[in-house]
């Protein structure tokens, strides 16, 4: 199934998929859309890819360290 990307090509150009490596690896959502943004942003959205890496990063923080 990786083979085929529906919207062009930054996934199918890497050596490994996100997709591949989510799942090997049993990684969660918040988990899994980091390694997504992060391998994708030179390739599709840039700047806002790595702020949405971020933006999951934090809320995997709150969610799984939250204070006090």
């Known amino acids: 199934m990786t083979s085929t990307q529906i919207g062009g090509d930054h996934y199918t150009r890497l050596a490994i998929q996100p997709i591949d490596f989510i ?3 049993n990684l969660g959502f918040c ?3 980091v390694i997504k943004y992060v ?3 030179r390739r599709k959205n840039g700047r806002q890819d790595l702020e949405k890496a ?4 934090q809320m995997l ?3 799984e ?3 006090g």
Not at 54 to 57: A, E, Q, V
């Open 39 to 41: 391998c994708r942003h």
């Open 23 to 25: 799942l090997g690896n």
């Open 54 to 57: 971020i933006h999951y990063l």
């Open 31 to 33: 988990e899994g859309n």
């Open 61 to 63: 923080i709150a969610h």
């Open 65 to 67: 360290y939250p204070p």
